[in-house]
Nanobody, 118 residues
Framework: QVQLVESGGGLVQAGGSLRLSCAAS????????MGWFRQAPGKEREFVAR????????FYADSVKGRFIISRDNAKNTVSLQMNSLKPEDTAIYYC???????????WGQGTQVTVSS
């Protein structure tokens, strides 16, 4: 299992920026990908961005492409999400997720609140 702890959420005005970080511990050698999901009130959790742990290949939801950047630091076992040009519709709880090679389930962090005011 991999333990994940997010940080960096908060309140920001529309057009502003925030940077989320996620620190991984435990069986980090088995990580295949790390990513971010979000869940707004009354909505299902949705994919935001993902990065492969070895090659650094990135994937983004269309709604954040060009505004958000995901990156990783393998030495520190961290993944970050730089969020720029934030919109009120980006308001949600953001969750860090890790997939592990050979595992049947994913690991999740506890979530961090991001609120964008108009």
């Amino acid at each position: 299992q991999v333990q994940l702890v997010e940080s960096g959420g908060g309140l920001v005005q529309a057009g502003g920026s925030l940077r989320l970080s996620c620190a991984a511990s435990g069986r980090t050698f088995s990580i295949g990908t790390m990513g971010w999901f979000r869940q707004a009130p009354g909505k299902e959790r949705e994919f935001v961005a993902r990065i492969t742990w070895t090659g650094g290949t990135t994937f983004y939801a269309d709604s954040v492409k060009g505004r958000f950047i995901i990156s990783r630091d393998n030495a520190k076992n961290t993944v970050s999400l730089q969020m720029n040009s934030l919109k009120p519709e980006d308001t949600a709880i953001y969750y860090c997720q890790a997939t592990r090679r050979g595992a049947s389930n994913d690991d999740w962090g506890q979530g961090t609140q991001v609120t964008v005011s108009s």
